[in-house]
């Protein structure tokens, strides 16, 4: 299982088109050239991320808006993903897709508390998606 971040603003749209890769404004100001979905390999690596580098990164966006950020977390299934490997050919801390991931292969959508959100698989039915 793989884990992605988003605000729960998003959820809508990713509900009826999926997860679309594409150059964000994070990944534009890491240079990346690129247009993927990323992912974490794991709920601790998730977690950690969120309370470290992550988490500052959603502080700053909230501080410029001037209003707090929900986060929603998309548990998909990983073999959609394609893995970061180091220089010993070990799985690091993420993964990424280069495809669109439709919402057919969304495991389950959770809060940042890890509470299952009302529209989360299989519930889900992207033309009549409800955000709660």
């Not at 389950?108 to 299952?116: P, Q, S, W, Y």
Request: glycine residues 6%.
């Amino acid at each position: 299982m793989a884990f992605h971040v988003t605000p729960k603003d998003h959820l809508p749209a990713i509900l009826r088109d999926g997860l679309i890769p594409h150059i964000g404004d994070n990944s534009q100001t890491l240079g990346e050239t690129e247009a993927r979905v990323y992912a974490f390999m794991s709920h601790e690596a998730m977690e950690n991320a969120l309370l470290n580098w992550m988490g500052e990164i959603f502080e700053e966006i909230e501080e410029r808006l001037g209003r707090q950020i929900d986060l929603v977390i998309i548990e998909v299934e990983d073999d959609c993903f394609e893995r970061v490997l180091d220089s010993n050919g070990d799985p690091l801390f993420e993964c990424y897709a280069y495809t669109t991931i439709p919402p057919s292969r969304f495991l389950r959508i959770t809060d940042e508390m890890g509470k299952t959100l009302n529209d989360s698989p299989p519930l889900v039915q992207p033309d009549n998606a409800k955000i709660t």
